[in-house]
């Protein structure tokens, strides 16, 4: 009896870190930098959580020379804003109000995404895909699996729990915070690819579409941020 027909590995293809259309996230955090200093930390990542650029700027620097910082800020501002909860992005960037022009802001403020929202997202669609294997069983007569996930759903604590493991031992607590953030942003990618392997290895779950590098609400959110670019000021 059948238990399922999967397609073998090296026929899936999920695109790692290039999205059309999309540039990716940043990542903001406020914390003491290797002085002790009170500093402000961004992280540029790509789609799927690659870190493509990182600055720490103590608000001293920033002080003394905004322009620094508005470059920085220009840089990422085609992408989304994720962080655990939408207030903490919000909350720094209206510590850097006075030096960040409204209108860019006014931009990244949009486009903020939550990392518990992207776990909620996967989950969902983790429920769908099951559910349409326990459709398939009724319509066939040889043995089918269940759908086996490589990997389990975490849940908010264990996984902030695991991303902040090791971080704490680098250069400054206000870039291990930031780093933090980046690898749930990286995990969380790689649970959604982990869930299309999974699904498109069925040849009766391919009709559901072609492997997607993220889920559909976490790409749109993220085509938004793009479209809204503006020519890089400097």
Request: one cysteine or more; hydrophobic letters at 45%.
């Amino acid at each position: 009896m059948s238990i399922g027909i999967e397609a073998p590995e090296n026929q899936l293809s999920i695109p790692i870190e290039y999205v059309p259309g999309v540039r990716g996230h940043a990542v903001l955090a406020v914390g003491p930098d290797s002085a002790g200093s009170e500093a402000l930390a961004a992280w540029r990542l790509g789609p799927t959580g690659l870190a493509g650029g990182a600055w720490v700027m103590s608000f001293d620097q920033i002080e003394r020379d905004p322009e620094q910082l508005r470059r920085i800020m220009w840089n990422v501002q085609d992408r989304c804003l994720i962080d655990w909860n939408s207030q903490t992005p919000v909350t720094v960037l209206e510590r850097i109000a006075d030096v960040i022009p409204a209108e860019l802001l006014s931009r990244l403020a949009d486009t903020v995404l939550t990392i518990p929202e992207l776990l909620e997202e996967i989950s969902t669609h983790r429920s769908a895909y099951s559910a349409a294997v326990e459709q398939h069983r009724t319509r066939v007569k040889s043995k089918i699996a269940p759908l086996a996930w490589a990997t389990q759903m975490p849940d908010q604590e264990h996984l902030g729990t695991w991303a902040i493991r090791d971080r704490s031992a680098t250069a400054s607590p206000v870039a291990a915070a930031a780093l933090a953030v980046t690898a749930a942003v990286a995990r969380t990618a790689q649970l959604w690819q982990d869930t299309e392997q999974a699904r498109y290895r069925r040849t009766y779950l391919r009709s559901l579409g072609e492997p997607q590098p993220l889920p559909p609400l976490w790409l749109a959110q993220l085509r938004k941020a793009a479209r809204s670019n503006s020519p890089a000021q400097v």
